[in-house]
């Protein structure tokens, strides 16, 4: 009687492919930089001690709080677990499987189509352009049936952000017949980039953000949708009652308080320096075919024999995330920025790669 719980399950999901996170893919080293998780961790104290009590389902500090960072109301901010339970509430809430559909703009993150293939919703993929700007010919011509428009400004794993211009264009589309979803998981390294202030203009626009990069909080899980009052209480009819732990909620709010704030954004002017640095370097360096310019904790950067490069520096414990699979990214790697050390160490692992192959 082999396979046969695996018989009883959806199909979908008998057929899904997890996501490949970098935990999953493994790996043993040194220097981390696979994830864009920020390099070192910073220390936080609990101060609740009400275990024995359930939590609020949307802990009130921690909706004010966030609600005061981006400039929004209370009623505007929904709090879960992670940005990732936000890509699928929204599906839980809008789409009907086998019926509706979303659509994403590819190369970009990983968990729009796992989260759809979950829910056995159909997923239209519009390639990106060249310069990873939006097609929008081809998207308004595939918009039929479609009620969750996935885009991500700045773009992981490309690191640009999309033209403002053409997010509007898609605003005034959809208007009445789809949301717009702006992923704005990096946004807080360019925060005059968001689109936090048009919420008003369009209340089909919904905003996804979260604690786990310039926050330095990706073991917290915790992350925020942002939208009109009216997509925020579909979005509480199906979240589940509990959402956050007590000491998440607790964290969370010291995160958002006038001093996590002062010290996220010291992190990223810091962060933002180092990467000025290592793009410098990387486009130096001779294996390097091409280092593009971002507005993220990572950067992305091309090599001739990519799975060489990777495979190497994965011997000498620094890990890296190979996009070789990703459509349009042949040859690319993307490199979360470390610490300036762990910059130096990649640098100087790929000029002696250089100097050995010149050998
Ligand atoms: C990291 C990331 C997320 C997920 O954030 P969590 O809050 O950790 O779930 C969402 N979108 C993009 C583009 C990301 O890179």
Redesign the pocket.
């Known amino acids: 009687m082999t396979g046969s719980v695996e018989q009883l399950a959806r199909k979908n999901v008998r057929e899904l492919t997890p996501y490949q996170s970098a935990r999953r893919l493994g790996g043993k080293g040194d220097v981390w930089l696979n994830?864009?998780e920020y390099p070192l961790a910073v220390p936080f104290e609990l101060t609740q001690q009400t275990l024995n009590r359930y939590p609020e389902c949307q802990p009130v500090q921690v909706i004010e709080r966030y609600a005061g960072y981006c400039g929004l109301e209370s009623n505007q901010v929904l709090v879960s677990?992670?940005?990732?339970?936000?890509?699928e509430l929204l599906m839980r809430a809008f789409c009907e499987p086998g019926q509706d559909k979303i659509m994403f703009c590819p190369p970009?993150?990983g968990?729009y189509s796992v989260s759809a293939e979950t829910f056995g919703i159909e997923a239209i993929t519009v390639p990106a352009r060249e310069d990873w700007q939006l097609d929008l010919p081809a998207i308004l011509s595939q918009l039929d049936g479609v009620k969750l428009l996935y885009l991500?400004s700045p773009?992981?794993?490309t690191g640009n952000l999309l033209n403002s211009e053409d997010i509007r264009k898609l605003l005034e589309a959809t208007a009445g017949k789809a949301l717009v979803i702006a992923?704005e998981?990096?946004i807080d390294f360019c925060p005059e980039a968001s689109l936090t202030g048009w919420i008003s203009d369009y209340p089909h626009l919904v905003v996804?953000?979260?604690?786990?990069?310039a926050f330095a909080l990706?073991g917290l899980?915790?992350?925020f949708t942002l939208g009109s009052p009216e997509v925020i209480s579909l979005l509480l009819k199906v979240i589940a009652p509990y959402p956050l732990s007590t000491p998440v909620a607790d964290i969370a709010a010291q995160a958002l308080s006038r001093e996590g704030l002062a010290a996220m954004r010291k992190r990223v002017a810091e962060l933002n320096d180092t990467r000025q640095w290592l793009l410098e370097q990387l486009q130096a360096c001779p294996l390097v075919t091409a280092a593009y310019n971002s507005s993220t904790n990572y950067l992305l950067a091309k090599f001739d024999d990519s799975p060489q490069v990777f495979r190497s520096l994965w011997d000498q414990g620094i890990i890296l995330r190979d996009q070789n699979k990703n459509p349009g990214l042949a040859g690319c790697l993307r490199i979360s920025i470390g610490t300036r050390q762990e910059c130096e160490i990649l640098m100087t692992a790929l000029n002696n790669m250089t100097s050995a192959e010149n050998a």
């Open positions: 994830a864009n677990r992670g940005a990732d339970e936000g890509i970009t993150y968990m991500c773009n992981n794993p992923d998981a990096y996804l953000r979260t604690l786990s990069k990706a899980r915790c992350g």
